[in-house]
């Protein structure tokens, strides 16, 4: 899909992870200037050089999505270095292991494995921060760029976990369900000074973050990599490419300059099979 992003400049937040840094080399070879916000400042380097090889713009910046000082440094450089954002994509977030239980079902209590009485708060709050707080405090400080200016949006990334919670990650499906709401509560308090704000829903994609709980050390299939493929239709993973398409369309103002406050699953079908 063709999309022209000369002279914009979008900011990107997770940007060293394998979506988004997939999401910002497609957003440069259409024109835009990236601005590349991660805590793992490594791997934003990674990214914006591998941009500028090719020809783009690109700046790596160390940013801590739960410091809105850190995220307002980064913005103060962003403005001096790169312009004004454009166009903001939510993309920090993930899951841990101290907010997953290790079964599916509570039947009876194991002192060998953590049940849902087992869960600290403090594992909780951090996955519900790092999605939810790590999507409102980006939106707040760069956000403000975008008031009153033409061809301005935002896009959240939120996840198939929100519309139907999976088994064993409470903390993470809440989470998300918590960004789509706040993408369509944002899409109505933005919607007179011209941003729009969309929110895209990955199905299941390997990462870093799921790769071990996808396949074992042998890289052979887990049981719950089984469930999840007899679970989508289209019996496969998806391809990182295949979350491009979507986000150029969502943010590209003439194709979609009349949707805000959707969430567009990108799943292979498995928000619409019911088992049966």
């Known amino acids: 899909m063709s999309l022209d992003l000369k002279g914009k400049v979008v900011v990107i937040t997770g940007a060293g992870g394998v979506i988004c840094s997939t999401l910002a080399k497609s957003l440069a070879e259409s024109g835009a200037k990236i601005a590349l916000l991660d805590l793992n400042f490594d791997a934003a380097k990674v990214v914006a050089d591998d941009i500028e090889k090719n020809g783009g713009v690109a700046k790596a910046y160390k940013v801590n999505v739960l410091d809105k000082a850190s995220l307002e440094s980064a913005h103060e450089s962003v403005k001096k270095e790169l312009g004004d954002c454009d166009i903001l994509i939510n993309g920090a977030g993930g899951n841990n292991p101290k907010a997953t239980t290790d079964m599916e079902y509570y039947l009876a209590h194991d002192d060998d494995l953590k049940d849902f009485f087992a869960l600290e708060g403090e594992g909780v709050k951090f996955v519900f921060d790092l999605n939810f707080i790590g999507t409102f405090l980006p939106t707040q400080v760069f956000a403000k760029d975008m008031i009153g200016k033409k061809g301005c949006s935002i896009l959240n990334i939120s996840s198939m976990n929100a519309f139907t919670p999976l088994t064993k990650i409470p903390a993470y499906s809440g989470a998300k369900a918590a960004v789509s709401n ?50 989508t239709p289209m019996d496969r993973f998806g391809e990182i490419d295949e979350l491009v398409g979507a986000t150029k369309f969502l943010l590209d103002e003439k194709a979609a300059s009349f949707i805000t406050g959707i969430v567009l699953p990108i799943d292979g079908g498995f928000n619409a099979y019911s088992g049966v």
């Open 182 to 231: 706040f993408t369509a509560w944002l899409a109505v308090h933005f919607s007179k000074v011209g941003i729009r704000v969309n929110a895209i829903a990955p199905g299941f994609f390997v990462t870093n973050q799921n790769r071990r709980l996808l396949f074992d050390e042998n890289g052979k299939p887990t049981a719950r990599t089984q469930k999840i493929l007899a679970s």
